[in-house]
């Protein structure tokens, strides 16, 4: 047993090391899945690789029980341990130690809310601490918190409830206080040194763990002092920065942790007119106020805008706000509350509509603009301000410019352009002088890694587009290169983007830029020829390469390091990663590639070793270790190992030729021990494309909006999912032109039954569904989430979660009638389900909940209305204060069940449910909820 170095709160544990077990069961033990199964079903939600390879940390969680964590070691071959809900795992810097915390147990939490005990009365998290050597276990109790370095992991804080030390302090006491406050302490992972430090409402490390800075309070004559100080971890010597001030923000330490800098404020947390002054210290070796707020001429120094200092330390960077306007009727005190006029005015000169402003509220009030201290100059610069537009530029280089982006002259017609221009300007880092280069830009310009380049995708032109800053020289980055850098299978009425960019190289030598399958190394430049990186391997062979990032403290792509790829086959879906050669001449190296889904490829920082995970429809996606080119791989999780009880399924990639004569992709699952002499019932779903989706694993869990795929096919069911073409003007046609052939090629194949199929999509889904069964009488039931039904009064209405006007949604994006209803009034009328509501005779069920904030939910209203109208059997589920899709458990929990319910009635002749035939009236609400089924 060894000890710690620290005093309050310790106690050790041994870890006993266990295989996991694989209980193997018969098939004729297989059960189907049900609604009780989604709680405990798992995910890999964190995985971490330690420095040096040797330890891997996996966080699982389950849907509504605890996880757990566990603690691999990359030597050993089946043997692992694992502690119980363990969260926010890290490793040290030398590998040796893991950290995290231990949440209290579900079950308890919830027999305290039962119970309504107050919430500050619930158990805390505790801090484990494991010796990886050793493998000691050291666990602390009543933790709020913990935090590490960014960089270099020598040491941690963690934070102790102060009420849990002083549980007898007087309550009136606590309220005086302005700041939360706990105990703080502060250790190195080798228990060499430590530090313990009381009343502290605020801390934080240097990036680099060699200083942490921390706020202590002390209250003296029923006043609250506030003192800031500065820690050497290496050194443990102390220094008070400063004793005289009531608020601290924003600290800041510059990357070598040399300098620092806050925002101080003389006035109390409770004062609403607080003000901020800049302040700068060097070395420790005293304080100085660097930017006092009366002297900042242009408004107020925000508190709002993040202080960070530039990667080599001479540039501070900070935000100011406009000065706020007084208002005499806001503030006249002649008026009481109630005689007070509330209205809004929506002004047809507006940049943007009230909804969208009203929206932005907090963001405006909050809104801020850059300013550097120059350390060297010693002087002050403004860099951004309302009239160039946002500024964007690289915290961590030294580069000479920043850029602006202006849309202001354009956002009026935001609306129902969702393209509109920028001006883009140039700003001195030095001067802050703002030139403009380029007005109306149809793209997203930024700037690159070195600051040499503002770059952008133009989409007029369909290519990538650098500016040189220095020079002010325009260059076409991807002209005369033989590939396809726009989307291709972009089919709505706007400009299609593009296929997306891998970054630059360092100093920005080369831009690297992707085609439909291919990557391409440029030289903005212009002076050395545009090398193929994937070799042309990409578009000979239909697999996608995209570069992988496995260096995040790296904000270019390192050439002298090996570059990761990761492919996929385009037309089998077939998927892995690959080792491409930065000179292109050689067709990119295998690594790791087979029928599978893999994804989350991460590097341990001092060797090639590798974690990652893989999965497909019918396997979870598990965590595999890798070394050195792949040559070995492991599997080091078994998750989800209740799934060898449940019925499952299996998926496979179908074709089908569309009205128009194309070729479409889709996806049909197929239960355990489909037998293709038999008949099925089938459900189809579908949204827009989702057969890239192939190898994708599906969990069982309660419904959002949409069927649960595996809980259909392990019930019985066949469920296709169509890939949809749409043409510009005809969306509702493009589905029906789709979907219906598709299932037509499904009924050839004499294994589904024709008389019980059933058809369900959400938002977009929904709208497709209920314009289909306009059309056609296929489908024996429909369900429809949150459908537009009206397009004519869609258009003109709000998506309220945004604030923005729909008339965007009509005229350029997904709808597609590519125009206003003033100029294609017929496409608004024909592409609209509800003014063929007589010929619907399909049983419908709707979800659409009154506090959606993408479609309006009288549409699903009218939807309803039109169907009860004229007799066809219809539901309308409305969750109460509920969104676009379901936000809470319970409601998705409720609407998996009814969703089940009325497919099973229609489709597979099941007794229909209470809810179904007697419905719930008002009187009933919240008193029941009707699952019973009514026996034959």
Same mark, same amino acid.
């Given at each position: 047993?060894?000890?710690?170095?620290?005093?309050?709160?310790?106690?050790?544990?041994?870890?006993?090391?266990?295989?996991?077990?694989?209980?193997?069961?018969?098939?004729?033990?297989?059960?189907?899945?049900?609604? $009780?199964?989604?709680?405990?079903?798992?995910?890999?939600?964190?995985?971490?690789?330690?420095?040096?390879?040797?330890?891997?940390?996996?966080?699982?969680?389950?849907?509504?029980?605890?996880?757990?964590?566990?603690?691999?070691?990359?030597?050993?071959?089946?043997?692992?341990?694992?502690?119980?809900?363990?969260?926010?795992?890290?490793?040290?810097?030398?590998?040796?130690?893991?950290?995290?915390?231990?949440?209290?147990?579900?079950?308890?939490?919830?027999?305290?809310?039962?119970?309504?005990?107050?919430?500050?009365?619930?158990?805390?998290?505790?801090?484990?601490?494991?010796?990886?050597?050793?493998?000691?276990?050291?666990?602390?109790?009543?933790?709020?918190?913990?935090?590490?370095?960014?960089?270099?992991?020598?040491?941690?804080?963690?934070?102790?409830?102060?009420?849990?030390?002083?549980?007898?302090?007087?309550?009136?006491?606590?309220?005086?206080?302005?700041?939360?406050?706990?105990?703080?302490?502060?250790?190195?992972?080798?228990?060499?040194?430590?530090?313990?430090?009381?009343?502290?409402?605020?801390?934080?490390?240097?990036?680099?763990?060699?200083?942490?800075?921390?706020?202590?309070?002390?209250?003296?004559?029923?006043?609250?002092?506030?003192?800031?100080?500065?820690?050497?971890?290496?050194?443990?010597?102390?220094?008070?920065?400063?004793?005289?001030?009531?608020?601290?923000?924003?600290?800041?330490?510059?990357?070598?942790?040399?300098?620092?800098?806050?925002?101080?404020?003389?006035?109390?947390?409770?004062?609403?007119?607080?003000?901020?002054?800049?302040?700068?210290?060097?070395?420790?070796?005293?304080?100085?106020?660097?930017?006092?707020?009366?002297?900042?001429?242009?408004?107020?120094?925000?508190?709002?805008?993040?202080?960070?200092?530039?990667?080599?330390?001479?540039?501070?960077?900070?935000?100011?706000?406009?000065?706020?306007?007084?208002?005499?009727?806001?503030?006249?005190?002649?008026?009481?509350?109630?005689?007070?006029?509330?209205?809004?005015?929506?002004?047809?000169?507006?940049?943007?509509?009230?909804?969208?402003?009203?929206?932005?509220?907090?963001?405006?009030?909050?809104?801020?603009?850059?300013?550097?201290?120059?350390?060297?100059?010693?002087?002050?610069?403004?860099?951004?301000?309302?009239? #160039?537009?946002?500024?964007?530029?690289?915290?961590?280089?030294?580069?000479?410019?920043?850029?602006?982006?202006?849309?202001?002259?354009?956002?009026?017609?935001?609306?129902?352009?969702?393209?509109?221009?920028?001006?883009? $300007?140039?700003?001195?880092?030095?001067?802050?002088?703002?030139?403009?280069?380029?007005?109306?830009?149809?793209?997203?310009?930024?700037?690159?890694?070195?600051?040499?380049?503002?770059?952008?995708?133009?989409?007029?032109?369909?290519?990538?587009?650098?500016?040189?800053?220095?020079?002010?020289?325009?260059?076409?980055?991807?002209?005369?290169?033989?590939?396809?850098?726009?989307?291709?299978?972009?089919?709505?009425?706007?400009?299609?983007?593009?296929?997306?960019?891998?970054?630059?190289?360092?100093?920005?030598?080369?831009?690297?830029?992707?085609?439909?399958?291919?990557?391409?190394?440029?030289?903005?430049?212009?002076?050395?020829?545009?090398?193929?990186?994937?070799?042309?391997?990409?578009?000979?062979?239909?697999?996608?390469?995209?570069?992988?990032?496995?260096?995040?403290?790296?904000?270019?792509?390192?050439?002298?390091?090996?570059?990761?790829?990761?492919?996929?086959?385009?037309?089998?879906?077939?998927?892995?990663?690959?080792?491409?050669?930065? $000179?292109?001449?050689?067709?990119?190296?295998?690594?790791?590639?087979?029928?599978?889904?893999?994804?989350?490829?991460?590097?341990?920082?001092?060797?090639?070793?590798?974690?990652?995970?893989?999965?497909?429809?019918?396997?979870?996606?598990?965590?595999?270790?890798?070394?050195?080119?792949?040559?070995?791989?492991?599997?080091?999780?078994? #998750?989800?190992?209740?799934?060898?009880?449940?019925?499952?399924?299996?998926?496979?990639?179908?074709?089908?030729?569309?009205?128009?004569?194309?070729?479409?992709?889709?996806?049909?699952?197929?239960?355990?021990?489909?037998?293709?002499?038999?008949?099925?019932?089938?459900?189809?779903?579908?949204?827009?494309?989702?057969?890239?989706?192939?190898?994708?694993?599906?969990?069982?869990?309660?419904?959002?909006?949409?069927?649960?795929?595996?809980?259909?096919?392990?019930?019985?069911?066949?469920?296709?999912?169509?890939?949809?073409?749409?043409?510009?003007?005809?969306?509702?046609?493009?589905?029906?032109?789709?979907?219906?052939?598709?299932?037509?090629?499904?009924?050839?194949?004499?294994?589904?039954?024709?008389?019980?199929?059933?058809?369900?999509?959400?938002?977009?889904?929904?709208?497709?569904?209920?314009?289909?069964?306009?059309?056609?009488?296929?489908?024996?039931?429909?369900?429809?989430?949150?459908?537009?039904?009206?397009?004519?009064?869609?258009?003109?209405?709000?998506?309220?979660?945004?604030?923005?006007?729909?008339?965007?949604?009509?005229?350029?994006?997904?709808?597609?009638?590519?125009?206003?209803?003033?100029?294609?009034?017929?496409?608004?009328?024909?592409?609209?389900?509800?003014?063929?509501?007589?010929?619907?005779?399909?049983?419908?069920? #709707?979800?659409?909940?009154?506090?959606?904030?993408?479609?309006?939910?009288?549409?699903?209203?009218?939807?309803?209305?039109?169907?009860?109208?004229?007799?066809?059997?219809?539901?309308?589920?409305?969750?109460?204060?509920?969104?676009?899709?379901?936000?809470?458990?319970?409601?998705?929990?409720?609407?998996?069940?009814?969703?089940?319910?009325?497919?099973?009635?229609?489709?597979?002749?099941?007794?229909?449910?209470?809810?179904?035939?007697?419905?719930?009236?008002?009187?009933?609400?919240?008193?029941?909820?009707?699952?019973?089924?009514?026996?034959?």
């Amino acid at each position: 047993m060894t000890s710690f170095k620290t005093k309050p709160f310790y106690c050790l544990f041994f870890i006993t090391f266990f295989s996991i077990m694989h209980v193997g069961f018969g098939q004729d033990s297989k059960r189907p899945l049900e609604h $009780r199964d989604y709680d405990v079903w798992e995910s890999i939600s964190r995985s971490i690789i330690s420095n040096d390879g040797k330890w891997v940390g996996v966080e699982i969680s389950l849907q509504e029980a605890d996880g757990r964590g566990r603690l691999i070691p990359s030597s050993s071959s089946s043997n692992t341990f694992e502690i119980p809900r363990l969260k926010q795992m890290e490793f040290s810097e030398d590998s040796r130690w893991a950290i995290g915390l231990l949440s209290p147990e579900k079950d308890s939490l919830r027999k305290m809310k039962l119970l309504r005990i107050e919430k500050d009365k619930f158990p805390k998290d505790t801090l484990l601490l494991v010796d990886l050597k050793k493998l000691e276990l050291r666990k602390i109790p009543h933790v709020e918190n913990y935090k590490t370095p960014s960089k270099n992991k020598t040491w941690y804080a963690y934070e102790v409830s102060h009420e849990m030390i002083e549980s007898e302090n007087n309550d009136a006491e606590k309220e005086k206080e302005d700041e939360k406050k706990f105990n703080l302490h502060i250790e190195s992972f080798d228990g060499s040194s430590s530090r313990y430090i009381e009343n502290v409402s605020a801390y934080g490390f240097a990036t680099n763990g060699t200083k942490l800075f921390y706020v202590q309070n002390f209250a003296e004559d029923e006043n609250m002092y506030l003192h800031l100080k500065l820690l050497n971890l290496k050194t443990e010597q102390e220094f008070t920065l400063s004793d005289s001030l009531k608020q601290y923000k924003n600290m800041v330490f510059s990357e070598d942790a040399a300098q620092f800098a806050f925002l101080g404020s003389r006035q109390a947390p409770s004062d609403k007119n607080a003000s901020f002054d800049v302040f700068y210290s060097e070395s420790d070796t005293g304080l100085k106020m660097v930017v006092p707020n009366t002297d900042w001429k242009k408004g107020d120094i925000s508190e709002h805008y993040p202080l960070k200092f530039s990667e080599d330390g001479k540039r501070l960077f900070f935000g100011w706000q406009k000065k706020t306007r007084e208002y005499t009727y806001e503030s006249d005190t002649t008026i009481l509350d109630e005689e007070r006029v509330s209205l809004d005015i929506w002004g047809w000169q507006d940049e943007e509509i009230q909804p969208m402003q009203l929206k932005k509220l907090e963001e405006k009030n909050k809104e801020s603009f850059a300013a550097v201290y120059l350390v060297d100059a010693g002087h002050v610069v403004s860099l951004a301000n309302a009239e #160039i537009g946002n500024l964007h530029f690289n915290w961590d280089k030294t580069g000479d410019w920043a850029i602006a982006l202006d849309d202001s002259p354009y956002r009026r017609n935001y609306s129902w352009d969702i393209q509109i221009g920028k001006d883009l $300007r140039r700003v001195s880092m030095e001067t802050g002088k703002a030139e403009l280069l380029e007005k109306e830009i149809i793209g997203n310009p930024r700037i690159s890694p070195s600051g040499k380049y503002a770059f952008w995708y133009s989409n007029p032109d369909s290519a990538w587009v650098a500016y040189g800053l220095e020079n002010r020289e325009k260059v076409f980055l991807t002209a005369g290169l033989e590939d396809v850098f726009y989307d291709d299978l972009h089919d709505s009425p706007s400009l299609p983007g593009s296929n997306g960019h891998g970054g630059w190289s360092a100093n920005d030598q080369y831009f690297l830029v992707y085609g439909k399958f291919d990557i391409w190394m440029v030289d903005p430049k212009g002076v050395e020829p545009p090398i193929n990186l994937s070799n042309g391997h990409g578009e000979e062979n239909q697999i996608q390469y995209r570069l992988l990032d496995l260096d995040p403290d790296k904000h270019y792509v390192d050439l002298g390091e090996d570059l990761f790829l990761s492919g996929m086959d385009m037309e089998t879906m077939d998927s892995g990663f690959f080792l491409a050669d930065p $000179r292109g001449k050689n067709s990119p190296e295998k690594l790791i590639y087979g029928h599978a889904a893999h994804y989350g490829l991460k590097k341990a920082k001092d060797l090639n070793q590798f974690i990652y995970q893989k999965s497909t429809f019918q396997e979870s996606p598990d965590m595999y270790l890798a070394g050195e080119k792949f040559k070995k791989s492991k599997q080091l999780t078994h #998750i989800n190992t209740q799934q060898k009880n449940i019925l499952w399924g299996d998926v496979e990639l179908v074709e089908y030729r569309v009205n128009d004569g194309n070729m479409m992709n889709g996806l049909l699952f197929k239960p355990e021990d489909f037998d293709p002499d038999k008949k099925y019932p089938m459900m189809v779903y579908f949204y827009e494309r989702s057969s890239t989706s192939l190898h994708r694993y599906r969990s069982p869990a309660p419904s959002a909006s949409v069927i649960n795929i595996p809980f259909f096919v392990s019930n019985g069911y066949l469920v296709f999912v169509p890939d949809i073409q749409y043409k510009i003007g005809l969306p509702g046609p493009s589905a029906y032109d789709c979907v219906v052939p598709g299932v037509q090629t499904m009924l050839a194949k004499g294994f589904v039954d024709p008389a019980n199929i059933g058809i369900q999509g959400q938002s977009w889904g929904g709208y497709q569904v209920a314009y289909i069964i306009t059309k056609t009488n296929m489908f024996k039931a429909a369900g429809a989430g949150a459908p537009v039904a009206n397009m004519t009064s869609a258009y003109g209405g709000i998506r309220w979660g945004t604030g923005m006007s729909r008339m965007f949604q009509y005229e350029q994006t997904q709808s597609r009638i590519g125009g206003t209803l003033w100029e294609k009034p017929m496409q608004y009328l024909e592409n609209s389900p509800i003014f063929y509501a007589d010929r619907i005779q399909t049983p419908t069920l #709707i979800m659409h909940n009154d506090a959606d904030g993408a479609v309006p939910w009288y549409q699903g209203i009218e939807f309803f209305m039109g169907l009860k109208r004229n007799n066809v059997p219809s539901w309308l589920l409305v969750y109460n204060d509920e969104d676009h899709n379901l936000k809470e458990r319970k409601n998705k929990k409720d609407l998996s069940i009814r969703l089940s319910q009325f497919f099973d009635h229609y489709l597979k002749g099941s007794p229909a449910p209470l809810w179904m035939e007697e419905g719930i009236p008002a009187v009933e609400k919240g008193k029941t909820l009707k699952y019973e089924l009514i026996s034959e």
